[in-house]
């Protein structure tokens, strides 16, 4: 469970994010919506805690995430916007590692790591060289990465972000799988389609600030349009801008 | 999970990461081997020098008007006389020879008749590298000189300690490991040198390439305090600087064992201690090279940009040994726990065979630990800025 309340963020007299508060329950895929620049990687920046919240509290389950980073960071699973793999290590080199930095050891993340490597579909690439791995590949093992400590809740940044057909399935499958086994999942996105195929709640954000929230249908009824893309660009205000 | 096994966990995977990597082993490699392989170019150049002088190849001019002369050349050892080049002058000046004596075709005329005979030393006073030669041809003369007056005088019932009012005597005071160490200077400043080559690539790779790759975000996502990370990169930098300082102090002790020094005229003994007091001297510096190493890849915006600061940092540990190269400087106790210069003077004492001060190994030890937990804490408080995390 993730409970964020009035967090503000300010790069010199920008500011980033202003006023956010959401939560996201156990069990559920949270989808945090918005066009680029809306402020969502910041958001998710200062909920794993690598950046500091001007204002605002973060709760990690029961975890003050902003006095006690190492502690939240530790129930969280993170895949930032950049996958960043070590390319002369080897897929489940990769993992091990973060596994061993998260405090696991042993033949406890051994066995981890090769379910996890089983479940991610990478068996044939564990052992290769991230360096020649495509975008998909690389996508999946920064997953395994983030996972290898079992965390009860998963923050991902722009999942989906250029991957293929067959890739954007398989992380919609895990998506899917985190919620079913009783875990918060938060995720940005720009896509709608994305986020309406998974979501269970809604959190719209455009220039720093949230400007709606709530389940795809009650979104659609609030704006009262057909669609969730109307729902979006009406929620954003995208139109006016783009009619200015 | 303590902090301490974390940080070992960073070093490891940096470690294994960088030795899989072909440009990390050869900045090792490159960096251990430049020394000894220099030092022994240097040596070998001076042996050849050496051997030049000892055995010295005389060419004469007029060996037909002096033969008492050239069969006395003929007998010192080490002495070649062959038969001189008719432009003597003209072999000198275009370099054809180095030395070059004539003797004049009145040359038993006058010695019969007991008058002083000219003989000529052609050389070329602007060659420094055969002025050795000339002295040596010069001194040989000198000598045949003082035994035929000496005979002489004998021969008039003088005795020739009458004409030696005054006889010189060479005495050196440096003592001959000390001037061993002067030609050894070098030595210790490749065994620093190794200290900043050595950990260079993992330093700069481990941060600045960590942020490039975009690979710090997710490593700092971890629950590990960022002194862990630091620490660990840290650590790894200095285990490899170490292992080069290693190599090229064994390289180097091996090649002057395997030198002749003695045939040098050095009296240089290097016994099984001084590797041992070596390493004890310079490995310190290790923990420091690499400590400002990763603390201004850090600091750099690009891998590229971090490079440039190593080639800057690489200037600082030549500096004393330029300095001292030119001036010897006599080293004060206060030189010795300044990071660096302390190293440099520590290895120059345990080559020039000077007891080593236990005291003095420690200060200088210590100061460079010192300075390096300062910079490691620095390059820790670094990892928490979110400019330095999310670029700038």
């Known amino acids: 469970m993730i409970r964020v309340e009035q967090l503000r963020k300010q790069f010199g007299s920008v500011t980033a994010v202003d006023d956010v508060s959401f939560v996201a329950g156990d069990g559920a895929v949270t989808g945090l919506l918005g066009p680029n620049g809306a402020g969502k990687t910041t958001t998710l920046r200062m909920l794993y805690t690598l950046m500091q919240p001007d204002a605002g509290r973060i709760m990690i389950d029961d975890v003050d995430a902003v006095a006690n980073p190492l502690a939240a960071q530790a129930r969280l699973g993170v895949l930032p916007d950049v996958s960043g793999l070590y390319p002369r290590l080897t897929a489940r080199e990769n993992v091990l590692y973060f596994g061993e930095l998260q405090g696991l050891t042993g033949t406890a993340l051994a066995a981890r790591t090769d379910a996890l490597l089983d479940r991610l579909d990478m068996r044939a690439i564990a052992d290769r060289r991230t360096a020649g791995f495509s975008h998909g590949e690389r996508t999946k093992v920064a997953l395994a990465r983030a996972l290898v400590h079992d965390p009860r809740n998963v923050l991902l940044d722009e999942p989906t972000n250029g991957l293929d057909v067959m890739s954007t399935r398989a992380v919609r499958e895990i998506i899917r799988r985190l919620r079913a086994e009783g875990r918060t999942v938060l995720f940005s996105s720009h896509v709608m389609q994305e986020v309406s195929a998974l979501c269970d709640t809604i959190v719209v954000m455009a220039h720093g600030r949230i400007v709606a929230s709530g389940t795809p249908e009650a979104l659609r009824a609030e704006t009262g349009q057909q669609t969730l893309e109307d729902a979006f660009v009406a929620l954003t205000g995208l139109e006016r801008e783009t009619a200015e | ?392």
């Open chain 2, 1 to 392: 999970m303590s902090r301490w096994l974390q940080m070992l966990v960073v070093t490891r995977k940096e470690l294994r990461d960088a030795f899989r990597d072909r440009r990390a082993i050869y900045s090792v490699l490159f960096g251990s081997l430049v020394g000894p392989v220099l030092v022994g170019v240097m040596f070998n150049a001076i042996a050849d020098r050496q051997r030049e002088i000892e055995d010295v190849t005389v060419p004469v001019v007029g060996m037909a008007h002096a033969p008492a002369l050239v069969e006395w050349l003929r007998q010192q050892s080490g002495v070649t006389v062959v038969a001189g080049p008719a432009d003597a002058e003209v072999a000198v000046r275009e370099r054809r020879e180095d030395v070059v004596v004539v003797i004049p075709e009145d040359y038993a005329k006058k010695f019969r008749a007991s008058q002083p005979v000219e003989l000529q030393v052609v050389s070329d006073g602007s060659r420094t590298a055969s002025r050795p030669k000339v002295q040596r041809v010069r001194a040989l003369l000198q000598r045949y000189n003082g035994e035929v007056a000496a005979l002489r005088l004998i021969g008039r019932g003088v005795s020739p300690a009458v004409v030696t009012p005054i006889r010189i005597q060479d005495r050196e005071v440096s003592s001959a490991q000390q001037r061993a160490a002067v030609i050894l200077n070098f030595v210790p400043l490749f065994i620093v040198l190794a200290s900043f080559t050595g950990g260079m690539q993992i330093a700069t790779d481990s941060t600045a390439g960590e942020r490039e790759r975009g690979s710090l975000e997710p490593l700092l996502v971890n629950p590990a305090p960022r002194m862990a990370i630091a620490g660990g990169k840290w650590l790894a930098s200095a285990l490899s600087a170490a292992l080069s300082v290693g190599i090229t102090t064994t390289l180097c002790l091996l090649l002057l064992r395997a030198i002749p020094l003695q045939d040098l005229g050095i009296r240089f003994r290097l016994g099984p201690g001084q590797i041992w007091w070596l390493l004890v001297a310079v490995l310190p510096l290790c923990l420091l090279s690499t400590a400002i190493q990763t603390y201004l890849s850090t600091f750099a915006r690009s891998f590229k940009e971090a490079q440039t600061y190593m080639g800057y940092l690489i200037m600082v540990p030549t500096l004393p040994g330029l300095l001292s190269s030119v001036y010897p400087i006599t080293s004060q106790p206060w030189m010795y726990p300044v990071p660096i210069l302390g190293q440099h003077l520590l290895a120059g004492d345990v080559l020039g065979g000077k007891a080593p001060s236990p005291l003095m190994f420690a200060l200088a030890a210590l100061s460079a630990t010192a300075t390096a937990a300062i910079l490691v804490h620095l390059t820790t408080r670094m990892l928490t800025k979110e400019k330095i995390v999310f670029g700038r």
